[in-house]
């Protein structure tokens, strides 16, 4: 049911049920909010959205409150300025004074706010958050002096996510957001997503940063420096250069990332290529063999904590497969060297990846043989971008340029794992093959191409009738597992990404500006593989040649000395 309501003197159009900030901003009149999170129920605690409603003596919060027929608003009147302008001086009475150092210093919404405000002097003068900062994460970085308890983290980590790790500890001014106890991150149950970081309006959480130590190693006369590219990375940088969201600049990447000083630029899409190959050999094994089904995809670095905490149960069913990135690690650290004569002591491996969780993954100790780690060091998105800022780069004056050989050639299918549901997509193609001995006849599976949480769908693959799920969050995840152990059996393999939407939406990706950016991101992937040429893994030349040349067969004695790990009941200590 549509009905008139009258917004700043003109009548707009609202719906039955929506709350007054919903019908707002469905006809692109924009309030402020440091709490409101699309799609959760509101909570109204930051009081940034109130708004003037004729017949109301006190401020409305937007966000929490019903439309009514014929309300009459005034979303800027002087009244509803002067209470958005002190809530953010009050905020700013006890908050830190070191935007030029802060991570999120021109992209802090408290600072937006300010500006916008027109908040140029100090009114309100309170005792200054003084607490330490939690550097303990391998990935995650917790400053919580700059909290101002908006709650999203929380919400984000609990109701998003699924995994529970923040919470509201203490009372009155005393009340501080952060794990049980608010012990370390070290010792909570945290699982690195990174989610928490994109839910952050300001600087109390970021990514713990490698760029030094890779700035000192390209200036290290003797380190030879490579670095391998994620396909998502590709189609996401371009938003923090001022970019549309969603074109893929991976040619200016590269050109970009060699004036910097790498000495070779490699696809990790080719990473990704070897991981299909290997994943679905393993499965055609245990298929044939009577092994453990289903099968639960490994190249989720915070999915893999996660059930290592809480579901140790299921480790058989998790494949033994490494993740993309740490199987070109591998590959470089135990191919590249050997065949270009380079000593390991003097390789530095870094990739650039979405992924927060990424830099925990690089530092388990099974990524590491002999003390030489597969991943010396991982930047995010974000990081990357600053890191190319840091060295004096136009990206944009540059040549696109291609990937370095050997690992310079890819196929569509590597690059749709930076979607949720793309690796399934991409497996089914190469599992298909295995199979029959034939190509799938559409390689497009439109029963995966959707932004639900949740997707499953039966294929007929040569004698077997196999059922596939790809979930997108960790509680999705944790339903399916409780399903299995109930005695749910017509599934194979499950995908599961900890992050919303896919490695697209990860937690090192660029800070949302705009809800649309992930769709846009998966859209540029989608349609690499409509145009491309190499739409399967077992086409790829180059992976063939490694093959051929190295490797031997796919889960063969050699893929699983190098590519392949185990897993363990990891203990949390909170």
């Given at each position: 049911?549509?009905?008139?309501?009258?917004?700043?003197?003109?009548?707009?159009?609202?719906?039955?049920?929506?709350?007054?900030?919903?019908?707002?901003?469905?006809?692109?009149?924009?309030?402020?909010?440091l709490?409101?999170?699309?799609?959760?129920?509101?909570?109204?605690?930051?009081?940034?959205?109130?708004?003037?409603?004729?017949?109301?003596?006190?401020?409305?919060?937007?966000?929490?409150?019903?439309?009514?027929?014929?309300?009459?608003?005034?979303?800027?009147?002087?009244?509803?300025?002067?209470?958005?302008?002190?809530?953010?001086?009050?905020?700013?009475?006890?908050?830190?004074?070191d935007?030029?150092?802060?991570?999120?210093?021109?992209?802090?919404?408290?600072?937006?706010?300010a500006?916008?405000?027109?908040?140029?002097?100090?009114?309100?003068?309170?005792?200054?958050?003084?607490?330490k900062?939690?550097?303990?994460?391998?990935?995650i970085?917790?400053?919580?002096?700059?909290?101002?308890?908006?709650?999203?983290?929380?919400?984000?980590?609990?109701?998003?996510?699924?995994?529970?790790?923040?919470?509201?500890?203490?009372?009155?001014?005393?009340?501080?957001?952060?794990?049980?106890?608010?012990?370390?991150?070290?010792?909570?149950?945290?699982?690195?997503?990174?989610?928490?970081?994109?839910?952050?309006?300001?600087g109390?959480?970021?990514?713990?940063?490698?760029?030094?130590?890779l700035?000192?190693?390209?200036?290290?006369?003797e380190?030879?420096?490579?670095?391998?590219?994620?396909?998502?990375?590709?189609?996401?940088?371009?938003?923090?250069?001022?970019?549309?969201?969603?074109?893929?600049?991976?040619?200016?990447?590269?050109?970009?990332?060699?004036?910097?000083?790498?000495?070779?630029v490699?696809?990790?899409?080719?990473?990704?290529?070897?991981?299909?190959?290997?994943?679905?050999?393993?499965?055609?094994?245990?298929?044939?063999?009577?092994?453990?089904?289903?099968?639960?995809?490994?190249?989720?670095?915070?999915?893999?904590?996660?059930?290592e905490?809480?579901?140790?149960?299921?480790?058989?069913?998790?494949?033994?497969?490494?993740?993309?990135?740490?199987?070109?690690g591998?590959?470089?650290?135990?191919?590249?060297?050997?065949?270009?004569?380079?000593?390991?002591?003097?390789?530095?491996?870094v990739?650039?990846?979405?992924?927060?969780?990424?830099?925990?993954?690089?530092?388990?100790?099974?990524?590491?043989h002999k003390?030489?780690?597969?991943?010396?060091?991982?930047?995010?998105?974000?990081?990357?971008?600053?890191?190319?800022?840091?060295?004096?780069?136009?990206?944009?004056?540059?040549?696109?340029?291609?990937?370095?050989?050997?690992?310079?050639?890819?196929?569509?299918?590597?690059?749709?794992?930076?979607?949720?549901?793309?690796?399934?997509?991409?497996?089914?193609?190469t599992?298909?093959?295995?199979?029959?001995?034939k190509?799938?006849?559409n390689?497009?599976?439109?029963?995966?191409?959707?932004?639900?949480?949740s997707?499953?769908?039966?294929?007929?693959?040569?004698?077997?009738?196999?059922?596939?799920?790809?979930?997108?969050?960790?509680?999705?995840?944790?339903?399916?597992?409780?399903?299995?152990?109930?005695?749910?059996?017509?599934?194979?393999?499950?995908?599961?990404?900890?992050?919303?939407?896919?490695?697209?939406?990860?937690?090192?990706?660029?800070?949302?500006?705009?809800?649309?950016?992930?769709?846009?991101?998966?859209?540029?992937?989608?349609?690499?593989d409509d145009?491309?040429?190499?739409?399967?893994?077992?086409?790829?030349?180059a992976?063939?040649?490694?093959?051929?040349?190295?490797?031997?067969?796919?889960?063969?004695?050699?893929?699983?000395?190098?590519?392949?790990?185990?897993?363990?009941?990891?203990?949390?200590?909170l």
């Amino acid at each position: 049911m549509n009905f008139p309501i009258e917004v700043n003197n003109k009548t707009i159009i609202a719906r039955k049920g929506e709350t007054i900030y919903e019908a707002l901003d469905r006809n692109g009149i924009r309030v402020p909010t440091l709490c409101h999170m699309p799609d959760l129920d509101p909570t109204g605690s930051c009081r940034m959205c109130v708004v003037e409603v004729e017949g109301k003596s006190n401020l409305i919060t937007a966000c929490s409150y019903p439309v009514e027929e014929w309300m009459k608003i005034k979303t800027h009147s002087p009244r509803v300025v002067n209470a958005r302008k002190t809530n953010v001086e009050l905020l700013l009475s006890n908050h830190p004074d070191d935007c030029l150092y802060c991570e999120r210093n021109r992209n802090c919404e408290l600072q937006s706010f300010a500006e916008q405000l027109n908040v140029r002097e100090r009114r309100f003068i309170g005792k200054k958050n003084k607490y330490k900062s939690d550097p303990s994460g391998s990935s995650i970085v917790r400053d919580p002096a700059k909290c101002i308890l908006c709650g999203r983290c929380v919400r984000t980590c609990d109701e998003i996510v699924g995994a529970s790790t923040l919470g509201f500890i203490g009372r009155g001014n005393k009340t501080i957001i952060g794990p049980s106890f608010n012990k370390q991150l070290n010792l909570s149950s945290c699982i690195t997503c990174g989610q928490c970081i994109i839910a952050c309006p300001t600087g109390a959480l970021h990514e713990k940063r490698h760029s030094p130590d890779l700035q000192n190693a390209l200036h290290h006369k003797e380190t030879h420096v490579v670095i391998q590219q994620s396909p998502t990375v590709a189609v996401s940088l371009a938003e923090e250069f001022g970019m549309k969201a969603g074109k893929d600049i991976s040619g200016l990447i590269n050109a970009a990332l060699r004036k910097t000083g790498f000495d070779k630029v490699f696809d990790a899409s080719f990473g990704a290529d070897l991981y299909i190959m290997e994943l679905a050999a393993e499965i055609e094994y245990r298929l044939k063999n009577n092994g453990v089904l289903p099968v639960f995809s490994s190249d989720c670095p915070a999915w893999i904590k996660y059930m290592e905490q809480w579901h140790p149960e299921i480790i058989p069913h998790v494949s033994v497969c490494k993740s993309p990135q740490q199987m070109l690690g591998a590959i470089i650290t135990n191919h590249y060297t050997k065949t270009y004569h380079i000593s390991t002591d003097n390789l530095y491996t870094v990739s650039s990846m979405p992924c927060t969780a990424k830099k925990f993954e690089a530092q388990r100790e099974q990524m590491t043989h002999k003390g030489i780690s597969d991943v010396d060091a991982v930047l995010t998105t974000r990081e990357l971008a600053q890191f190319i800022r840091l060295n004096g780069i136009d990206l944009q004056q540059n040549d696109t340029e291609f990937a370095d050989f050997p690992y310079h050639v890819r196929s569509s299918a590597g690059k749709l794992m930076a979607v949720a549901g793309g690796l399934t997509e991409a497996l089914i193609r190469t599992l298909h093959f295995r199979m029959t001995g034939k190509d799938l006849p559409n390689p497009k599976i439109t029963g995966l191409r959707n932004f639900k949480e949740s997707k499953e769908l039966v294929l007929k693959i040569g004698d077997f009738k196999l059922g596939f799920a790809a979930v997108s969050s960790i509680k999705h995840a944790a339903l399916l597992i409780d399903e299995i152990n109930k005695g749910r059996n017509d599934l194979h393999f499950i995908e599961v990404m900890a992050c919303p939407g896919g490695c697209v939406g990860g937690g090192g990706q660029p800070i949302l500006k705009d809800i649309g950016a992930i769709k846009a991101r998966t859209k540029a992937i989608y349609e690499t593989d409509d145009r491309d040429s190499i739409r399967v893994s077992y086409k790829n030349p180059a992976i063939v040649e490694l093959y051929q040349n190295f490797l031997g067969e796919p889960f063969g004695g050699k893929s699983k000395e190098l590519l392949h790990t185990s897993y363990k009941k990891r203990e949390v200590p909170l």
